[in-house]
């Protein structure tokens, strides 16, 4: 079993930026690839980016691409999501996901374990 705690959500004006941490617990977190999700009202949870075992390589959503990054501490188990440039659209419940694999999947149903998710919200 791995634990996920998100933290850092909250509410932020458009063009700002903020900093979401998820602290894992459990088994042995470089061993998981990790990845961030979030789900708007209404609609369907969407993948957001994620980033390698090493933390050597990172992959993103279109729609977040060259604003948002992706980093991990390994020895203090914890994956971040950098947020930059915000646009009310980003509003949402983030999520970290883990899964037990060597490579970046996008699909929510790929991850094994998840966090209880943090809320961003972006003002116009």
């Known amino acids: 079993q791995v634990q996920l705690v998100e933290s850092g959500g909250g509410l932020v004006q458009a063009g700002g930026s903020l900093r979401l941490a998820c602290a894992a617990s459990g088994r042995t977190f470089s061993y998981y690839v990790m990845g961030w999700f979030r789900q708007a009202p209404g609609k369907e949870r969407e993948f957001v980016g994620a980033i390698t075992r090493s933390g050597g390589s990172s992959y993103y959503a279109d729609s977040v691409k060259g604003r948002f990054f992706i980093s991990r501490d390994n020895a203090k188990n914890t994956v971040y999501l950098q947020m930059n440039s915000l646009k009310p659209e980003d509003t949402a419940v983030y999520y970290c996901?883990?899964?037990?694999?060597?490579?970046?999947?996008?699909?929510?149903?790929?991850?094994?374990?998840w966090g209880q998710g943090t809320q961003v919200t972006v003002s116009s």
């Open positions: 996901a883990a899964e037990y694999t060597i490579d970046i999947h996008t699909t929510p149903l790929s991850y094994d374990y």
